[in-house]
């Protein structure tokens, strides 16, 4: 394994590669070697270089703990708002999560239905290009407007288009308080309905979801006056329960009732209202519905093309887990239309024209001169 | 400020061109008479004028995409235009483009409250985007200051920001969908009514790229649900220090305003004598706003007048009524219209982390003072976001070019302190030869790589953004 200790380092390395590369942090969200890929990590590049409460900003190292971050913010009542999940319970990784591979896979949880996904909360990025480039974008600064936004192309990309060496973000503060509103005994379709009127009204909800047989559970943050306000309204729309806790929206995340439990997972980005249909249509094992329906986790029989038994729909079907032999046969990723899947494409040439970056799911060969 | 010389190989097919478009549009909608392309010759960056060889106003994603298909036929450059209100120059022609505006499609095609989008045809106003929704209550939260005229299509183009984004984000974090047509007239769907992206992240490149790699037709836009109501503080100090501190401090004190509004002296002064908004006469001024229920916005307004008064505020008003909000509000909402009554103003819209507030406008203060010309700061303090206003008369020669090097001076200061050159209003011809000093060549070429990825030919807006030195290769290829 490749551990570069710093970009200079990183640079060289890729510069010099003469075969393929896997880029990974923690390898904590992986869930299979590419094929004749050597692995490069990032985690040797590590530490907070710059955090300012008071600015709201902070700037660490690609290869940085997301624990080490998170623990830096909360000394600081501040946080990441956009609730980066830990996949290692869902895909049965061990390892140490790292800031870029949260930016890598744009990793964003429920309360990404209210304040945004990775991509809103990050900054600027420094990284190497599949030619040793070491390149910026971005910056440290909340409005930035200058030039293309490579920013949010870097966030989601997993490692296809350059290493990560540096990343900044907009943190915010934490809630003084936090509850849950349980609504019991909804089916999936009234559960969307009730998250819809939550998130359609005034009250600021910071998380939708729906467990089925279990409840709808929308979260609620703020100071102390204002959630006791808002929860109240929210009770009078809808009924349910007031629950003084938020331990559930960590299980949720982290999409606790699909772990250890067998089957395929796949993670679907739907219009919400469309989702409950969807969920039917896939004759799932389980669901998991987030974001107030935008997302769901299914638990599907192995070796199920979810895609072909679902058509055509607004958004995209991710296959998370599989076995080897159904990730042979289905990609990860939703395949793009033609056009689009000829920028992305040339886009990917671009910043790597040797075409070393190997992200774990592609399955087609690829030349390195 | 360069522009490339107009290509006579290209002028030379005006003919033709104009007899190809009348094939795809009707008469209307091609402008081609010297009388009448004048009207397109600038943006809101009046001090660059150049009419285009013909402007066309399309009415459809397919009347666009045929007119793209025959200038990409044609290799003719194309600068698209929304509303014309662009400060940088972002729908400056030249002599040898053809503008393609937007402004006839203006309608809404769905609006969903279930799952909170709207989707719109890229030429409609800002405000009636909100002006479609708020009969039920609901709003779209980027709220750039030319909002009652801009369009959505150059909000998407420069990534459009306003006094609000503190709390909501600009329009990147606002925008789900675009429809696009390439140069070569391909026309693409991007994302939609769900979140997040598949692959790549293509929205997010595209929102800022200033009509460079497509001309966007529709947008799916997030709304939001109105708080049920809003009301600022005023409080003024007696150095732009303490106010920096104060603002500093709310944040830290998590407290979230939905805006921070700051202004020096000397804009303080400029309004007071235009706007009679009965501002304390002192050094800096702060307007923090909340939002929510009554309750709730006394229960933000405490924690914030607290924390204000450790800093010994000079005054401090908080509102209590919509009347004394509008009062509040006055003064900031007018200081640019009072800069504008004293002299010409040139607005920049450089960004510094909130850290460096004290000392940048400590240093531009004595610049201001090297350069002879006066300027007045009123800018989102929250976001770091500074809107510099130097004065300048127009009439005198050399003052132009005086005003451009000190703003130079200014952003270049903005980006030293760790900032950038543009915060909201985009890079166009303005700030295009300032970006050397932002990004090293490889930083530009990466972007420019992208260019080359969507509009090989480099026929899409060609002259903005990236210093004509760095582009010229690939705009001449």
Redesign the interface.
Same mark, same amino acid.
């Given at each position: 394994m490749m551990i570069p200790r710093t970009e200079a380092e990183l640079a060289d390395m890729v510069a010099g590669a003469t075969g393929r590369l896997q880029i990974i942090g923690g390898g904590t969200r992986s869930v299979a070697q590419a094929r004749e890929a050597q692995v490069l990590t990032a985690r040797g590049l590590s530490g907070i270089t710059l955090y300012?409460?008071?600015? #709201?900003?902070l700037v660490a190292q690609a290869g940085t703990p997301v624990a080490e971050i998170e623990a830096a913010l909360a000394a600081?009542?501040q946080r990441l708002p956009f609730e980066p999940m830990d996949h290692r319970g869902l895909l049965g990784t061990s390892g140490t999560p790292t800031i870029g591979g949260v930016v890598g896979g744009?990793v964003?949880g429920p309360r990404?239905?209210q304040v945004?996904?990775a991509? $809103?909360f990050l900054l600027g990025v420094r990284f190497v290009?599949g030619t040793g480039?070491? #390149? %910026?974008?971005g910056?440290?600064?909340?409005?930035?407007? +200058?030039?293309?936004? #490579?920013? !949010? #192309?870097m966030?989601?990309?997993r490692g296809?288009?350059g290493v990560l060496s540096e990343v900044s973000f907009k943190v915010?503060?934490?809630?003084?308080v936090a509850v849950t509103l349980v609504l019991p005994d909804l089916d999936d379709a009234g559960a969307v309905?009730a998250m819809?009127r939550a998130?359609?009204?005034?009250y600021e909800v910071t998380g939708a979801a729906h467990w089925p047989g279990q409840g709808a559970y929308l979260r609620i943050e703020g100071?102390a006056?204002?959630v006791a306000?808002r929860a109240g309204k929210l009770r009078e729309m809808l009924g349910g329960e007031v629950e003084d806790s938020v331990e559930r929206w960590a299980a949720i995340r982290d999409v606790t009732p699909f772990q250890q439990v067998d089957g395929d997972i796949w993670r679907l *980005?739907? %219009?919400? *209202?469309d989702a409950p249909g969807l969920v039917a249509r896939a004759g799932a094992d389980g669901a998991l519905y987030d974001?107030g329906g935008?997302?769901v986790w299914l638990r599907m029989a192995p070796g199920t093309d979810l895609r072909a038994r679902l058509g055509a729909f607004?958004?995209?079907a +991710?296959l998370v887990r599989a076995g080897a032999d159904t990730r042979a046969r289905l990609p990860m990723?939703?395949p793009?239309?033609p056009?689009?899947?000829a920028?992305?494409a040339?886009?990917?040439a671009? =910043?790597d024209p040797r075409g070393i970056f190997a992200a774990e799911t592609d399955m087609s060969p690829v030349v390195v001169s | 400020m360069d522009m490339p010389s107009p290509n006579p190989a290209i002028l030379a097919k005006k003919p033709r061109l104009i007899e190809r478009l009348l094939q795809v549009l009707p008469a209307d909608a091609v402008i081609h008479l010297e009388s009448e392309t004048r009207a397109y010759e600038c943006d809101a960056l009046t001090a660059y004028r150049c009419p285009p060889m013909a402007a066309v106003l399309p009415s459809s994603t397919q009347e666009v995409s045929d007119v793209l298909r025959i200038c990409h036929d044609m290799g003719v450059p194309v600068v698209p235009r929304g509303s014309g209100t662009s400060l940088a120059g972002g729908a400056l022609p030249t002599a040898d483009s053809v503008i393609l505006g937007v402004a006839r499609m203006n309608a809404v095609l769905e609006t969903?409250?279930?799952?909170?989008f709207v989707r719109v045809q890229s030429g409609r106003t800002n405000l009636s985007v909100t002006g479609a929704v708020e009969e039920n209550?609901?709003f779209y939260a980027p709220d750039p200051s030319s909002q009652l005229a801009c369009a959505i299509a150059g909000n998407i183009a420069?990534?459009s920001?306003g006094a609000h984004?503190?709390k909501y984000?600009?329009t &990147?974090?606002n925008l789900m969908g675009v429809t696009m047509v390439?140069m070569d007239g &391909?026309?693409?769907?991007?994302g939609?009514?769900?979140?997040?992206?598949?692959?790549?992240?293509?929205?997010?490149?595209i929102?800022?790229?200033e009509g460079q790699l497509g001309v966007v037709t529709e947008a799916t836009l997030r709304i939001l649900? !109105?708080?049920?109501g809003a009301r600022p503080v005023l409080m003024g100090f007696d150095s732009n220090e303490v106010a920096g501190e104060c603002?500093? $401090?709310i944040? !830290?004190?998590?407290?979230?305003p939905v805006a921070i509004e700051f202004m020096d002296r000397p804009c303080i002064r400029a309004t007071e004598a235009f706007a009679k908004a009965g501002y304390p006469d002192c050094e800096a001024l702060l307007i923090v706003e909340v939002e929510? *229920?009554d309750?709730?916005i006394d229960?933000?307004l405490e924690?914030i007048v607290a924390i204000a008064r450790r800093h010994n505020p000079v005054e401090l008003r908080e509102s209590k009524s919509a009347d004394e909000s509008a009062r509040i509000w006055l003064g900031r909402k007018s200081a640019f219209g009072a800069m504008g009554q004293i002299n010409d103003y040139m607005c920049l819209d450089g +960004?510094?982390?909130?850290?460096q507030l004290p000392f940048v406008l400590r240093r531009i203060g004595e610049m201001s003072k090297q350069y002879g010309l006066d300027v007045g700061n009123v800018f989102?303090a929250g $976001?770091?976001?500074m809107h510099p206003l130097i004065l300048f008369d127009a009439n005198k020669p050399g003052d132009l070019e005086l005003c451009e090097a000190f703003g130079a001076d200014i952003l270049r200061l903005c980006v030293e302190v760790?900032?950038?050159? +543009?915060?909201?209003?985009?890079?166009g011809i303005e700030?295009r030869d300032l970006?050397v000093d932002? =990004?090293?060549p490889?930083?530009?070429d990466?972007?420019m790589?992208? !260019? $080359?990825? =969507?509009d090989p030919q480099w026929l899409l807006n060609p002259a903005k953004?990236f210093p004509l030195q760095a582009s010229e290769a690939r705009r001449a290829a």
């Open positions: 300012e409460p008071g600015s #709201l900003t600081e009542g744009n964003s990404r239905i945004g996904a991509r $809103d290009d480039r070491i #390149l %910026k974008n910056g440290r600064v909340m409005k930035n407007v +200058t030039g293309y936004d #490579l920013v !949010k #192309l966030a989601g990309a296809r288009l915010l503060p934490m809630p003084e309905q819809a998130l359609g009204s005034p100071f006056g204002s306000y *980005s739907v %219009k919400p *209202s974001w935008g997302l607004d958004g995209h +991710t990723e939703q793009e239309p056009a689009l899947a920028l992305s040339g886009i990917r671009r =910043f | 969903d409250y279930d799952n909170r209550d609901f420069m990534n920001g984004c503190l984000g600009v &990147t974090n390439l &391909t026309v693409v769907e991007i939609g009514a769900h979140l997040d992206s598949g692959g790549l992240d293509l929205l997010g490149v929102c800022g790229s649900r !109105k708080p049920e603002v500093s $401090d944040i !830290k004190a998590g407290v979230l929510g *229920s309750a709730e229960e933000q924690r +960004t510094i982390p909130v850290s989102h $976001d770091g976001n760790g900032g950038c050159l +543009t915060g909201e209003h985009g890079v700030k970006m932002q =990004f090293a490889d930083d530009l990466i972007q790589a992208v !260019k $080359d990825v =969507f953004v």
